[in-house]
């Protein structure tokens, strides 16, 4: 969905016309070793990676488009239903659950699917029994800007929710150190911000929150595959992520990590059928004779606690190739390969007199600068140009991925009006 502000008109793509995105400029053939070194000025996608597109795609942190190879294999998990042979989702499940853990430092254990991150998040302020349990909760306004309406809603069910606002674009831990007192439960963030790619120091704020007993979540949407993480040297209890941006996936599968020792703590708010380990029944024909009308077994990982029923075998199979394909290309060297498109950006916008509200350290891949009325002024002369990028009304954010080249950069810049 192309993310605007609250008020925003529509935006400048449709969700149709959001996957014909970027113009590509493949490797010449036989790079291998050397491919991952290659200079911002080309692409690190190979021919036969992505379809040729309609426009020169810089929003992928509104949604990714779809490699070919991981639409292939859509393809060939339909084909094997259309024709109802066997298609191992168990495998595929371990394989891709094995993937993500090693792209955040975790244990496939701790990881459970969810629909989507704000699927997560709830789930965790359900397993917290907010607002049932009282205290605060302590977020910032660059959170993602669709949980505002939840911690604006347990607000009115009586937490104290705490909101700190960022200074420069940017928020210090000493925020968080104030506003985090003894009667806090939670501490919810977005590691990387949807507003303008600020990534916050993790690790301090979860030694912060758990020095006064409070627990932290981390919306990782923007995180992972972009940034390097480490959820078990960070300290951080939870984090959720769905697939459809920088993991390459689609919609409706995504990542809930719970850290192992916080389970006793959360209280099991549903109950799905995919959450047992064991399952015994004592009323059809044949079963063994039983004083309930089941023997059941919750399993004692992250699953076991919030798994529900069925989940997209579809999007299990995308990401079987995507996420391996980030693994290959490397979080580190997929940062290498954007940082000179981003400074660049940094240096000739504001000299086109546009306010860049993202900090200049940031190693995200995503750049905002606010404009008023920017959709109206902007959106115009950005479809003439065959630029994608994301337009809200009064903001723009320029999202490139390891498939755009410093080419790309500079048609955008080259589309931007110069600002009187």
Same mark, same amino acid.
């Given at each position: 969905?192309?993310?605007?502000?609250?008020?925003?008109?529509?935006?400048?793509?449709?969700?149709?016309?959001?996957?014909?995105?970027?113009?590509?400029?493949?490797?010449?053939?036989?790079?291998?070793?050397?491919?991952?070194?290659?200079?911002?000025?080309?692409?690190?996608?190979?021919?036969?990676?992505?379809?040729?597109? *309609?426009?020169?795609?810089?929003?992928?942190?509104?949604?990714?488009?779809?490699?070919?190879?991981?639409?292939?294999?859509? +393809?060939?998990?339909? !084909?094997?239903?259309?024709?109802?042979?066997?298609?191992?989702?168990?495998?595929?499940?371990?394989?891709?659950?094995?993937? $993500?853990?090693?792209?955040?430092?975790?244990?496939?254990?701790?990881?459970?699917?969810? !629909?989507?991150?704000?699927? #997560?998040?709830?789930?965790?302020?359900?397993?917290?029994?907010?607002?049932?349990?009282?205290?605060?909760?302590?977020?910032?306004?660059?959170?993602? $800007?669709?949980?505002?309406?939840? &911690?604006?809603?347990?607000?009115? !069910?009586? /937490?104290? /929710?705490?909101?700190?606002?960022?200074?420069?674009?940017?928020? +210090?831990?000493?925020? &968080?150190?104030?506003?985090?007192?003894?009667?806090?439960?939670? /501490?919810?963030?977005?590691?990387?911000?949807? &507003?303008?790619?600020?990534?916050?120091?993790?690790?301090?704020?979860?030694?912060? *929150?758990?020095?006064?007993?409070?627990? /932290?979540?981390?919306?990782?949407?923007?995180?992972?595959?972009?940034?390097?993480?480490?959820?078990?040297?960070?300290?951080?209890?939870?984090?959720?992520?769905?697939?459809? %941006?920088?993991?390459? #996936?689609?919609?409706?599968? #995504?990542?809930?990590?719970?850290?192992?020792?916080?389970?006793?703590?959360? %209280?099991?708010?549903? &109950?799905?059928?995919? !959450?047992?380990?064991? $399952?015994?029944?004592?009323?059809?024909?044949?079963?063994?004779?039983?004083?309930?009308?089941?023997?059941?077994?919750?399993?004692?990982?992250?699953?076991?606690?919030?798994?529900?029923?069925?989940?997209?075998?579809?999007?299990?199979?995308?990401? +079987?190739?995507?996420? *391996?394909?980030?693994?290959?290309?490397?979080?580190?060297?997929?940062?290498?390969?954007?940082?000179?498109?981003?400074?660049?950006?940094?240096?000739?916008?504001?000299?086109?007199?546009?306010?860049?509200?993202?900090?200049?350290?940031?190693?995200?891949?995503?750049?905002?600068?606010?404009?008023?009325?920017?959709?109206?002024?902007?959106?115009?002369?950005?479809?003439?140009?065959?630029?994608?990028?994301?337009?809200?009304?009064?903001?723009?954010?320029?999202?490139?991925?390891?498939?755009?080249?410093?080419? +790309?950069?500079?048609?955008?810049?080259?589309?931007?009006?110069?600002?009187?």
């Amino acid at each position: 969905m192309i993310e605007r502000s609250d008020s925003s008109p529509e935006p400048v793509l449709s969700r149709r016309t959001l996957l014909r995105g970027s113009a590509l400029l493949p490797l010449a053939p036989g790079l291998a070793g050397e491919a991952l070194a290659a200079p911002a000025t080309a692409s690190l996608a190979r021919a036969g990676d992505f379809a040729p597109m *309609a426009k020169v795609y810089l929003d992928s942190g509104t949604m990714h488009p779809v490699p070919l190879p991981a639409k292939a294999a859509v +393809d060939a998990y339909f !084909q094997s239903r259309a024709e109802m042979r066997e298609w191992s989702s168990h495998d595929t499940e371990v394989r891709i659950k094995a993937a $993500f853990a090693r792209l955040i430092g975790a244990a496939p254990e701790d990881l459970a699917f969810v !629909q989507s991150t704000t699927a #997560g998040e709830q789930s965790i302020v359900d397993a917290l029994d907010l607002p049932a349990a009282k205290g605060s909760v302590v977020t910032d306004t660059l959170h993602f $800007f669709g949980s505002f309406w939840l &911690y604006d809603q347990l607000a009115k !069910q009586g /937490v104290d /929710v705490r909101w700190i606002r960022p200074t420069a674009g940017r928020i +210090d831990p000493d925020a &968080y150190e104030k506003a985090i007192g003894p009667d806090t439960r939670l /501490v919810s963030l977005s590691l990387v911000s949807t &507003y303008n790619g600020f990534e916050h120091d993790l690790k301090r704020i979860c030694e912060i *929150a758990h020095a006064h007993g409070a627990l /932290v979540y981390a919306d990782i949407i923007h995180a992972a595959g972009t940034v390097p993480i480490d959820v078990r040297a960070s300290g951080v209890d939870f984090a959720a992520t769905a697939s459809y %941006k920088w993991l390459m #996936g689609d919609f409706g599968l #995504g990542f809930l990590y719970v850290r192992p020792d916080r389970l006793p703590r959360l %209280k099991r708010k549903r &109950y799905g059928y995919y !959450q047992l380990d064991g $399952f015994s029944p004592h009323v059809y024909p044949y079963d063994a004779p039983g004083q309930t009308i089941a023997d059941m077994t919750p399993r004692a990982d992250a699953e076991g606690l919030f798994a529900m029923g069925t989940h997209s075998h579809a999007v299990m199979a995308q990401l +079987d190739w995507s996420l *391996a394909k980030l693994l290959e290309l490397g979080v580190d060297n997929i940062m290498a390969h954007r940082k000179p498109m981003l400074q660049r950006l940094h240096e000739a916008l504001p000299a086109k007199g546009y306010d860049v509200v993202t900090p200049r350290d940031c190693r995200s891949p995503l750049l905002t600068c606010v404009l008023p009325d920017a959709y109206k002024r902007l959106s115009d002369p950005l479809n003439r140009a065959g630029m994608a990028i994301t337009l809200s009304r009064n903001r723009f954010r320029i999202c490139p991925s390891w498939f755009n080249s410093m080419d +790309d950069i500079e048609r955008l810049i080259a589309a931007l009006p110069t600002l009187s």
